[in-house]
């Protein structure tokens, strides 16, 4: 709904994004013209924007595999690439699979997967307690479970050797690249969503190390990486006595290394 009399009208609301960076000013003076449930909240909601606060957080959602997906202050903004991980998982889940979504943030790949999939036993788990309320809140539409923990650790022992899917978006960015990243990310998303360590794969190694025990026969697990990481999250791959392959997306700007249990 839009505010004729509100005293920030679109043309003002564009203008002052535009000045404040924002590139698709039109586009996001829209949404929070849409979102907004009143003039005075509008205001704010532009004020917060034009002060560096993500979109996403400001809106309260973000647009991700054709879902809205809530997404509070604090929480990784799931990113548009990583639809190119839910794809890849969707085109090897069988009606039924079980899927576990590893580092979930927000649920958005968990809850992509569920909408995509027929009868999914859809569990999530994050470290994080903010992401845990948030995907709790996103994940109770598909009757999935969240679990607070450090990736394995929370999940049911009857899941062990169960898994047909197991994904994660996990964090993979350098430690020293952190400071490299937009102000949107750097300031505003937690840390422990982005920092993969020295080498950005520290969380991917022990993520991959504990699969195998997890996968049920022939299952896969699925791990969005950059394309210069690749090769090394195929060698920890198939240390971990899975068989590798990478899937990428130049249009996407997406990179996916997956590994695929014996039967």
């Known amino acids: 709904m839009s505010f004729p009399a509100s005293p920030l009208p679109q043309s003002v609301i564009v203008t002052r994004l535009r000045a404040a960076g924002c590139v698709f000013a039109e586009d996001e003076a829209r949404l929070l013209l849409t979102t907004a449930p009143s003039p005075d909240v509008l205001a704010a909601m532009v004020d917060q924007r034009i002060s560096g606060r993500p979109l996403e957080h400001v809106l309260g959602w973000a647009e991700f595999h054709g879902l809205r997906i809530s997404v509070d202050p604090g929480v990784f903004v799931p990113r548009r690439r990583t639809e190119f991980l839910v794809r890849q998982a969707a085109v090897r889940a069988l009606p039924g699979a079980v899927v576990v ?3 979930c943030g927000s649920g958005a790949v968990g809850v992509a997967l569920a909408a995509s999939l027929v009868r999914v036993g859809l569990y999530a788990v994050d470290i994080d307690p903010a992401a845990v309320r948030c995907a709790r809140r996103n994940v109770a539409a598909h009757a999935g479970q969240v679990l607070e923990g450090d990736l394995y650790q929370p999940l049911p022992a009857e899941l062990r050797g169960n898994v047909d899917i197991l994904v994660a978006s996990a964090p993979y960015v350098p430690t020293e690249a952190i400071g490299l990243l937009p102000p949107e990310a750097r300031i505003h998303e937690p840390r422990v969503a982005l920092d993969g360590g020295a ?13 195998k025990s997890w996968l049920a ?27 590798p392959q990478v899937a990428s997306s130049d249009e996407m700007n997406s990179t996916v290394v997956i590994g695929t249990g014996s039967g």
């Open 199 to 211: 080498d950005g794969l520290e969380v991917v190694r022990r993520l991959v190390a504990g699969a």
């Open 101 to 103: 979504d590893l580092c």
């Open 217 to 243: 026969p022939n299952g896969h697990l699925l791990v969005e990486t950059s394309d210069r990481q690749a090769t090394a999250a195929v060698e920890a791959l198939a240390r971990a006595g899975l068989t």
